[in-house]
């Protein structure tokens, strides 16, 4: 049975008399890889240096690996790790220099660990070379491997991919679920970029304009918001006689029709009844990305 690692209770924060979070509230499952999704400006990055301890709130409560953020910030900081845009090493010395220089600070001491972090993330062949002649990809990896230094508990990223390239990406992305599958960090995720997380996530938290909009797994969400399933089928039927087998359908292209359908389990008899008609190349689901996800939950939030 997973337990609450992250609990926060009517969190609100207030800077010049401009509230920046309004009465948030979320829990984060131990084990478990989330994404805190929403655009720029929407509080994200309040939240993380809130469960910090580096800012206090200006009302509510919050509590961390069982401890309080506002009292007890530097047992947190000892068991959790955090990668911020800004890569926060230093760019005269060696990738190896900047790990035990930080592994010294941190009082780990412990060369395997970071000989181990830049194998994983494949950076020991870089290990001597001065990071500022490093590629943001690269710089991003060693920040990496810096936050994990101390074995966390707890892995705070704030937008991990921003100025990355799609290879980039994919390799930071690739590195996280393995951190979370072999060693058991629990990882929240900031980003304005829904789509990239879409195969990392276990849990989501959306928010908007200092408001926590919803959260929970992607099966749970989809099951609350997205009453309807849009699949986009690539086939040679005609729309006429598509549309004869019972299914709202529409032509989207050459080739291409969308249909309308109240649930996933309907795409096994309607592709059935489609091949039956003539042939069928290819089908995907349209509507239920994260993005799409994300506007649903927008929307009913404004209802």
Same mark, same amino acid.
């Given at each position: 049975?997973?337990?609450?690692?992250i609990?926060?209770?009517n969190?609100?924060?207030?800077?010049?008399?401009?509230?920046i979070?309004?009465?948030?509230?979320?829990?984060?499952?131990?084990g478990?890889?989330?994404? #805190? /999704? !929403?655009?720029?400006?929407?509080?994200?990055?309040?939240? &993380? =240096?809130?469960?910090? @301890?580096?800012?206090s709130? +200006?009302?509510?409560?919050?509590e #961390? /690996? !069982?401890?309080n953020?506002i009292t007890h910030?530097?047992? &947190? =900081?000892?068991?959790? @790790?955090?990668?911020?845009? +800004?890569?926060?090493?230093?760019?005269?010395?060696?990738?190896?220099?900047?790990l035990m220089?930080?592994?010294?600070?941190?009082n780990v001491?412990?060369?395997?660990?970071?000989?181990?972090?830049?194998?994983?993330?494949?950076?020991?062949?870089?290990?001597?070379?001065?990071?500022?002649?490093f590629?943001?990809?690269?710089?991003?990896?060693?920040s990496?491997?810096?936050?994990?230094?101390?074995?966390?508990?707890?892995?705070?990223?704030?937008e991990?991919?921003?100025g990355?390239?799609?290879?980039?990406i994919?390799?930071?992305?690739?590195?996280?679920?393995?951190l979370n599958?072999?060693e058991?960090?629990?990882?929240?995720?900031?980003?304005?970029?829904?789509?990239?997380?879409?195969?990392?996530?276990?849990?989501?938290?959306?928010?908007?304009?200092?408001?926590?909009l919803e959260?929970?797994?992607r099966?749970?969400?989809?099951?609350?918001?997205?009453?309807?399933?849009?699949?986009?089928?690539e086939?040679?039927?005609p729309?006429?006689?598509?549309?004869?087998?019972?299914?709202?359908?529409?032509?989207?292209g050459?080739?291409?029709?969308?249909?309308?359908?109240p649930?996933?389990?309907v795409?096994?008899t309607?592709?059935?009844?489609?091949?039956?008609?003539?042939?069928?190349?290819?089908?995907?689901?349209t509507?239920?990305?994260?993005?799409?996800?994300?506007f649903?939950?927008g929307?009913?939030?404004?209802?």
């Amino acid at each position: 049975m997973t337990k609450s690692i992250i609990s926060v209770q009517n969190l609100s924060k207030s800077f010049n008399k401009q509230e920046i979070l309004s009465n948030v509230s979320f829990d984060v499952q131990e084990g478990s890889i989330n994404g #805190l /999704l !929403g655009p720029n400006g929407s509080g994200k990055t309040t939240i &993380i =240096r809130l469960l910090n @301890g580096v800012i206090s709130p +200006s009302q509510g409560k919050m509590e #961390l /690996l !069982g401890f309080n953020p506002i009292t007890h910030g530097e047992e &947190i =900081r000892a068991h959790s @790790g955090i990668v911020t845009e +800004s890569t926060n090493l230093y760019h005269e010395m060696s990738a190896w220099d900047n790990l035990m220089f930080y592994s010294k600070l941190y009082n780990v001491h412990d060369k395997e660990r970071a000989k181990s972090l830049l194998t994983m993330l494949d950076m020991y062949q870089h290990k001597d070379k001065k990071v500022g002649t490093f590629s943001t990809g690269m710089k991003k990896r060693v920040s990496l491997a810096k936050a994990l230094l101390n074995r966390p508990k707890l892995l705070f990223l704030d937008e991990p991919t921003n100025g990355l390239d799609p290879e980039g990406i994919q390799l930071v992305l690739h590195y996280l679920k393995e951190l979370n599958e072999q060693e058991g960090i629990t990882i929240l995720i900031c980003s304005h970029v829904l789509h990239q997380l879409e195969n990392v996530c276990t849990s989501y938290l959306f928010i908007k304009n200092g408001v926590m909009l919803e959260s929970g797994t992607r099966e749970e969400l989809e099951m609350k918001y997205i009453k309807e399933v849009q699949v986009l089928i690539e086939t040679s039927v005609p729309l006429d006689l598509a549309t004869s087998l019972g299914y709202e359908c529409e032509e989207k292209g050459e080739g291409q029709l969308v249909f309308t359908l109240p649930s996933r389990g309907v795409i096994p008899t309607l592709l059935r009844d489609l091949l039956s008609k003539g042939p069928v190349y290819g089908s995907r689901i349209t509507n239920q990305t994260l993005d799409n996800l994300y506007f649903q939950i927008g929307g009913a939030a404004h209802e």
